[in-house]
């Protein structure tokens, strides 16, 4: 199976818009760390991708009654690393685009503040700032 070729033609074009090559520019991102295809984890048959450091990378693509565009990207870490659980939305219509990014840790943050100080803390300040346009 050709990875780089499930990356290709992925935009949406529906009224008029064309929806941004999302896939594309995010696989001109991670093909540098050489990833691999997945087809089994963890018992279960899966397509994904697996990296250095990431165990398992999850990615689709869709158009919902031609009018949104929806790509989604979840990264696991490998087994031996603490990273959190990267996840991200990004829904475009024509009017708009929306944009959501979540990290979910793998420690409980009240017991282990250090999980917390080493991968939230330093990402604080950058969703206080951008959290004020969510709330408009």
């Known amino acids: 199976m050709d990875i780089a070729g499930l990356f290709n033609s992925r935009s ?3 009224d008029g818009f064309q929806a941004q090559p999302v896939l594309e ?5 991670i093909s540098k760390y050489n ?3 997945i087809t089994s984890y963890d018992g279960k048959d899966i ?4 990296m250095d ?3 398992k990378l999850v990615i689709g693509c869709w158009s ?6 929806v790509v989604f990207i979840v990264g696991y870490p490998a087994d031996d690393y603490d ?4 996840g991200s939305d990004i829904m475009e219509k024509k009017e ?3 944009l959501i990014l979540d990290l979910h840790p793998l420690a409980d943050l009240v017991l282990i503040p250090e999980y917390r100080e080493r991968y939230l803390d330093p990402v604080a300040s950058i969703w206080k700032k951008h959290m004020e346009l969510y709330n408009d």
Not at 47 to 50: C, G
Not at 83 to 86: A, Q, S, T, V
């Open 53 to 55: 450091k990431l165990g």
């Open 83 to 86: 990273l959190p659980i990267f």
């Open 35 to 37: 990833p691999q295809i």
């Open 96 to 98: 708009q685009a929306t």
């Open 64 to 69: 919902i009654m031609k009018r949104l565009s």
């Open 25 to 29: 520019k995010f696989w001109n991102i």
């Open 12 to 14: 949406l074009e529906f």
């Open 47 to 50: 397509i994904a991708l697996s």
